[in-house]
């Protein structure tokens, strides 16, 4: 299967700073990368969609002023937590897919503390 | 919006076999997935279905889709403790394809 490299897999930050999440496809290129967000317990929650070369699509209810998304080329897509507080601290998965109808690959997922 | 269900535990002895259910609402739904995910550690995908096909089986994994119920399960045969984990079915819906998952199904093997 293909693979998805998601860096850092812990992060501590402390409340006010920012934080960069990093998501690679090592061996395939992907044309749409997903951002989730997962509490304890509980299932994904879709953040965004984003396409290479484009802007991304957030969910409602997802601020894309403080998660902010880039996706500067087909194998990289990069989540920024601005000015990150508390409630940010969470369990944040990536995933990508090479094509439209194909299967979506996670990442290992990082665990972020904002304290 | 689409919704996803699963129930929430499950408990099995080693060496039995695990069913795992889980239900949707799309019926435009084109691909319906398993993953699993351990403590702390990303989804690993196990297997997906189309739509148009009733059974898959890959190994100890067998996927049953009644696509008129929209009912989606997973069967693990010979259920090992490395099988305990959390199982989420998803299904894929929207324009970009976005997979919606279910609450995820805890796995509880026992000796």
């Known amino acids: 299967g293909a693979v998805v490299s998601q860096h850092p897999s812990r992060v501590i930050c402390k409340s006010g700073t920012s934080v960069k999440i990093e998501c690679r496809s090592l061996?395939?290129?992907?044309?749409?990368m997903f951002w989730y967000r997962q509490f304890p317990k509980q299932s994904l929650m879709l953040m965004a969609t984003s396409n290479e070369g484009s802007k991304a699509t957030y969910e409602q209810g997802v601020e894309k002023d403080k998660f902010l998304i880039n996706h500067a080329s087909l194998t990289l897509s990069t989540l920024t937590v601005t000015s990150a507080h508390p409630e940010d601290s969470s369990f944040y998965i990536c995933?990508?897919?090479?094509?439209?109808?194909?299967?979506?690959?996670f990442g290992q997922g990082t665990r972020l503390t904002v304290v | 919006g689409e919704d996803v269900e699963q129930s929430l535990f499950l408990s099995v002895r080693e060496g039995d076999s695990s069913v795992i259910n889980c239900t949707y609402t799309?019926?435009?739904?084109?691909?319906l997935y398993w993953y699993k995910q351990e403590p702390g550690a990303g989804l690993q995908l196990l297997t997906y279905i189309f739509s148009n096909m009733d059974m898959k089986q890959d190994q100890r994994l067998t996927v049953l889709l009644n696509k008129k119920d929209k009912h989606l399960s997973l069967r693990i045969a010979d259920t090992q403790t490395g099988d305990s984990a959390i199982y989420f079915c998803?299904?894929?819906?929207?324009?970009?394809?976005?997979?919606?998952f279910g609450s995820g199904t805890q796995l509880t093997v026992l000796p």
């Open positions: 061996d395939f290129q992907a044309t749409t």
């Open positions: 998803a299904e894929t819906s929207g324009s970009a394809r976005q997979l919606t």
């Open positions: 995933s990508a897919r090479k094509g439209v109808i194909t299967e979506a690959f």
């Open positions: 799309d019926s435009s739904s084109t691909y």
